[in-house]
C-alpha cells in the first residue's frame, strides 16, 4: 500500500502522522468517519471527527470522551500532514478522510453512498492520488430504485395495513436509516411510533437541523394505545422480542439494500422486505471513483476481490485493503 496508509492489527494507520481512522484497539489518536459501531469504538485516547458527526459520536461513546469536532472541508495538521474532512453521505456526520503529505493525496471514503437524502449532507467527491473505497455492494446486479419510489412503497403499505387494522412495524438500525425512513413517511396516514432507543438518535437529528415527523415513544405508558393505523420504526434487535405485544396484529418489514434481493433467507421472519440502502450502489460507485480522478483505488468491505480485478481490467492500480 505504500507508506502513506497501511493496515495493522489496531487498524489503518498513517505511519508519518501516528494517527488511525476507525481504529478497532485501542490507540492514542483516532479519526472516525462515522458513528456505527463497526467503525467508532470505545477506548481511544482522542477522537476527531466531522462537525455534524459530533452530538451522534458523543452519544455513543462513553461519558468523558475526547472528541474533536472540525468542519467539513477545513483542515488541521498533524504531525504536519493535512488532514480534513468531507461529506460521505451515509448517515449525519458520515466522513471522508483526505491526508495529503509530500505532495501525495490519500482519501479514505468510509461509507458513503450517492443521491439524495435530506437526513445528511451529499457526498462530495475528494481529487486525490489513491481512493481507499467501501464496496458493500460492488457487483453490477446492485443498483438501487428511486428513493422515493420506496417511500412510496412503505406509506403504500402502511396505508393498506391501517386500512385492515393491522400495525405496521419497519426494522431499522437506530443511527441513520431509522431518520431516513421517518422522513419519508407519510403523517396522514396514521400515528407514528418508535422504540425507545431511536428517540435519542431523533432528538440529535432534529438539534442537527434536520426535519423529522413527530414520532411517539413506545413503551408500557403507550401498551393500551391503539396502533391499529400506526406505523412503528424499531432496531432489528427488537423482531424477536417481547416489545412487540403491544401493538396487537402486526405485519413486519425491513429497509436495507439487502432486500433488493429475491433471497428468501434474508426475508425470513419478516413480511415485507424494502429495498433502501446507504451505501452506494455499482454506479455510483464507479462514478465516485471516477471523479476522484485517482489513478490508485483500494477496496475494502464487500466485493473487494471483484471491484479489484475490474479496476485492473480498467487499467487502475488496484488492491484490496480487507476482504469481508
Known amino acids: 500500500m505504500g507508506d502513506l496508509l497501511q493496515l495493522t492489527e489496531l487498524g489503518l494507520w498513517c505511519k508519518a502522522g501516528n494517527f488511525y481512522i476507525d481504529p478497532v484497539k485501542k490507540v492514542s489518536r483516532a479519526i472516525i468517519t462515522h458513528a456505527h459501531g463497526d467503525h467508532a469504538r470505545n477506548g481511544m485516547d482522542s477522537y476527531l471527527c466531522s462537525k455534524e458527526g459530533y452530538l451522534p459520536l458523543k452519544y455513543r461513546l462513553a461519558k468523558g470522551a475526547s472528541i474533536q469536532p472540525l468542519a467539513y472541508n477545513e483542515y488541521i495538521y498533524i504531525n504536519g500532514l493535512k488532514v480534513s474532512l468531507h ?5 449525519l456526520g458520515s466522513s471522508q478522510i483526505r491526508v495529503e503529505y509530500q505532495g501525495e493525496v490519500w482519501v479514505v471514503s468510509g461509507d458513503y453512498k450517492l443521491g439524495g437524502d435530506s437526513t445528511c449532507s451529499p457526498f462530495e467527491p475528494v481529487k486525490c492520488d489513491t481512493f481507499i473505497s467501501e464496496c458493500t455492494f460492488g457487483l453490477p446486479k446492485y443498483i ?3 428513493p422515493q419510489e420506496t417511500f412510496d412503497e412503505i406509506n403504500d403499505w402502511w396505508k393498506q395495513n391501517a386500512n385492515e387494522n393491522i400495525c405496521s412495524v419497519i426494522f431499522a438500525y437506530s443511527l441513520g436509516k431509522a431518520q431516513r425512513i421517518l422522513s419519508g413517511l407519510d403523517e396522514s396516514i396514521g400515528s407514528i411510533y418508535t422504540h425507545n432507543t431511536i428517540k435519542p438518535m431523533n432528538d440529535i437529528y432534529i438539534q442537527s437541523g434536520i426535519e423529522l415527523p413527530n414520532a411517539i415513544v413506545a413503551n408500557k405508558n403507550t401498551s393500551k394505545d391503539d396502533f391499529s393505523k400506526s406505523i412503528v420504526i424499531a432496531p432489528p434487535l427488537a423482531q424477536h422480542s417481547i416489545w412487540l405485544k403491544y401493538f396487537g396484529t402486526y405485519k413486519t418489514a425491513f429497509a436495507s439494500g439487502w432486500m433488493g434481493e429475491n433471497d428468501e433467507k434474508r426475508r425470513e421472519h419478516i413480511d ?4 433502501l440502502s446507504d451505501h452506494a450502489d455499482w454506479p455510483s460507485l464507479n ?3 471516477k471523479a476522484t480522478a485517482c489513478e490508485r483505488v483500494i477496496f475494502t468491505h464487500g466485493y473487494a476481490h471483484e471491484m479489484a480485478e475490474y479496476y485492473k481490467n480498467l487499467g487502475y492500480l488496484s488492491e484490496i485493503l480487507i476482504e469481508k
Not at 461529506?87 to 448517515?91: E, L, W, Y
Request: hydrophobic share 45%.
Open 144 to 146: 438501487w430504485k428511486a
Open 287 to 289: 462514478q465516485a471513483i
Open 272 to 275: 415485507k422486505g424494502f429495498e
Open 87 to 91: 461529506p460521505a453521505g451515509h448517515i
